[in-house]
């Protein structure tokens, strides 16, 4: 198994300029969500999804869009990049009945100019 | 609202001495407890984790962690580091607010470990 992969590892944008961050899983797990990892605020949920077809907002979402058209990939859009947005995102998945462990991909490095 | 506390950015420590990480909670009812590592440029890893039971929880790469209920705390340890385990440490806490399982976890901000020769 690949377990949880990421795309892009970094990207640099332009205030303005629109993006999607690319998460898939092939473990099948029905639950995914991204974060968002800032120095001294630990992660933040972005959005989360329990399956293909429903998502939810976590505690920033705002700037953020996702869908959740397959249960293997799990896209964070975002529409107009703005430097506060400049993070480093992870995504994160696990199996419904098992949430207590989380598996997290490798992470991508965003920095908005 | 649940929340998580860890009063440490960083913990320096000589290898072979024994390490603690603190982390302090917040939580109505009872706390669904975890800790993360995460190694320079890679996603978390899932260490340990409390639900119930035993208040010493044993975890991955020989680490442990105590559970306090009095003094609401649950602090990471280990007897004897290695330089290996130098590494961003996350505490975090089930987030049981939502009636639905939606299993989210809070996160502390973090502390730094960093364990020298």
């Known amino acids: 198994n690949a377990g949880v992969t990421q795309t892009p590892k970094f990207q640099v944008l332009k205030t303005g300029q629109s993006m999607t961050l690319q998460c898939a899983q092939d473990m099948n797990h029905e639950y995914m969500s991204w974060y968002r990892q800032d120095p001294g605020m630990g992660l933040r949920l972005i959005h989360y999804?329990?399956?293909?077809?429903?998502?939810d907002q976590g505690e920033v979402p705002n700037g953020y869009n996702v869908s959740r058209s397959t249960t293997e990939d799990f896209p964070l859009r975002l529409l107009s990049a703005a430097p506060s947005q400049t993070s480093v995102y992870f995504c994160a998945s696990r199996f419904w009945t098992d949430s207590d462990t989380q598996y997290f991909g490798p992470g991508t490095r965003l920095t908005v100019l | 609202a649940q929340s998580v506390a860890q009063p440490e950015d960083q913990v320096n420590v000589a290898e072979g001495n024994p390490l603690t990480v603190k982390c302090t909670y917040s939580?109505?009812?009872?706390?669904?407890l975890f800790w993360y590592v995460q190694y320079p440029n890679r996603g978390l890893q899932f260490l340990l984790k409390y639900i119930t039971g035993d208040n010493l929880v044993k975890g991955s790469y020989g680490f442990e962690a105590e559970f306090n209920k009095s003094q609401t705390s649950f602090h990471l340890k280990k007897p004897s580091a290695l330089v290996s385990d130098s590494a961003l440490y996350f505490c975090?806490?089930?987030?049981?607010?939502?009636?639905?399982?939606?299993?989210?976890?809070?996160f502390g901000q973090g502390t730094t470990l960093q364990v020298k020769p």
């Open positions: 975090a806490v089930r987030d049981i607010s939502r009636s639905s399982n939606t299993g989210k976890l809070i």
């Open positions: 999804s329990v399956g293909a077809g429903i998502t």
């Open positions: 939580v109505s009812g009872n706390p669904y």
